[in-house]
């Protein structure tokens, strides 16, 4: 099995090295890059010999090591979302299951406490790899809470703990910026997005009650966050971002408390409009999409040859979150909201008080403007036709922005940085105008919005001015 997880790590090296290749050369080498997928498809092919060969099924040592390897090896093979990653996905949790470790490792005399502590960092792992590959494709999730017992694990540094230790000491204090620190932080902000994926796909449709209570206890996280490590704001982002670990991991938390504020409000998305019962999760919905959008067209601008994040320091990951198709989900999620919103402001214009206009504070007080969202859409249509020839999902995004800023009359363009970039790889894609109405509701996957007949009869609205901005 180890030679399995030593084949994974050359596999994703190698797929690394040759993304790096390819940002940096101004003149791609089709040849080179045959090569280079041929050598990855033959690091993996050992890979799945290996695991095959030990009996992966009996679970021997190092399986879940090497099958959560996998898992990322066929993860970064595509920026779109493959329902083969959420099979192996499947797999993994059921070799966690064989293995024990849903249960919590201290209550059996047998574990030492740093085979434990390892056990409970392996479990978080797999809970997260479960929950954000269903997520990705919709579907439900595999773990719930009441399967397991598992403990989260300590704030302890890799120094903290040894194989020969006798017992684990105290936890460190949530002041100090470790790196399980951001791990816990990032299962507890994916607890509750759990939960707001088990609402949405539950096949009856919930209580708005039950919508406002998972939205506060969104917020009650957030809120509880230590000051360090608090969801970054665009406004927030300096001319120093990038400098250290910390801001990057604040980055990441904010994408995951957006993500969930649009699952859990999308549904009322266009009930908003009309009702004013709904007025709330629909400006949830808009801001949240208005602020992701504004982090891709900073990291789209930060991570690419000459921007403040291709240092030799933070050049990897630059390159991960470019091949992060989890990342490119929550981009394309915004840009749905945006799309069916505007679709419908089209046919139905909203009008917003000038005073809401002008006193326009995101996640406070006053509405996005048609303006406001057409200059998202904008910005980011550039950066989905710049990302077309190596996603399938970009092309379909790209095709869809463009038809409904044609109705709007914005006619999007490509700025000229942004036309190099994209030259550099492939000739500028003829996209086709296709149905309005057909694209706009598969951008995205479990694209739900309610409508008023769909409604249960009993609703219950909640005052915003109690709600704290994220």
Not at 131 to 147: C, D, E, T, W
Not at 183 to 197: D, E, F, G, K, Q
Request: glycine share 4%.
């Amino acid at each position: 099995m180890w030679l399995g997880l030593l084949f994974s790590v050359f596999a994703l090296a190698t797929r690394f090295d040759n993304m790096l290749s390819e940002y940096e050369r101004i003149d791609p080498n089709p040849v080179r890059t045959s090569m280079v997928l041929a050598r990855i498809d033959f690091f993996r092919e050992k890979l799945v010999q290996c695991v095959i060969l030990a009996n992966y099924f009996k679970c021997p040592p190092y399986t879940i090591e090497t099958f959560l390897q996998y898992f990322v090896a066929e993860y970064f093979r595509s920026q779109d979302s493959q329902f083969g990653t959420w099979m192996i996905a499947g797999m993994l949790v059921r070799m966690a299951f064989r293995m024990g470790y849903h249960r919590e490792p201290s209550r059996f005399s047998n574990i030492t406490p740093f085979k434990a502590e390892m056990r409970r960092r392996i479990w978080a792992m797999v809970v997260q790899t479960d929950l954000m590959s269903s997520a990705q494709v919709g579907l439900p999730r595999m773990i719930q809470l009441a399967m397991f017992d598992t403990h989260e694990p300590h704030n302890l540094t890799d120094e903290d703990i040894s194989e020969d230790m006798t017992e684990l000491p105290p936890s460190r204090p949530d002041s100090e910026g470790t790196t399980m620190l951001y791990a816990l932080i990032r299962t507890r902000v994916l607890s509750v997005l759990a939960r707001i994926m088990d609402l949405t796909n539950s096949s009856t449709q919930p209580a708005y009650r039950e919508i406002m209570e998972l939205d506060t206890a969104l917020r009650e996280v957030y809120d509880n966050v230590p000051p360090a490590y608090k969801a970054i704001r665009v406004k927030d982002f300096g001319d120093d971002i990038g400098i250290n670990e910390i801001e990057m991991r604040r980055f990441y938390l904010g994408l995951n408390f957006l993500k969930g504020e649009i699952v859990l409000h999308r549904p009322y998305l266009l009930l908003g409009r009309t009702d004013s019962r709904y007025e709330y999760s629909r400006l949830a919905c808009l801001d949240a999409a208005l602020e992701i959008l504004q982090f891709q067209k900073i990291m789209n601008t930060d991570c690419r040859p000459g921007g403040r994040l291709w240092s030799q320091k933070w050049r990897l990951w630059s390159v991960s979150w470019r091949l992060s198709s989890l990342v490119a989900h929550d981009f394309l999620l915004a840009t749905t909201v945006l799309c069916l919103d505007l679709n419908q402001d089209l046919v139905t214009p909203m009008h917003i008080p000038t005073d809401g206009i002008t006193d326009r504070v995101r996640f406070k007080r006053g509405q996005p403007t048609r303006a406001e969202i057409v200059e998202a859409l904008t910005s980011s249509y550039a950066i989905w036709v710049c990302e077309s020839d190596k996603s399938h999902e970009a092309q379909r995004v790209a095709t869809a922005v463009n038809l409904l800023l044609g109705k709007a009359n914005a006619n999007p363009q490509v700025s000229p940085s942004e036309s190099l970039l994209f030259s550099i790889t492939a000739p500028l894609l003829f996209i086709p105008k296709l149905p309005c109405k057909v694209q706009l509701f598969s951008l995205a996957t479990n694209a739900l919005i309610i409508q008023p007949h769909q409604l249960p009869k009993t609703t219950l609205p909640r005052s915003l001015s109690s709600t704290t901005p994220i």
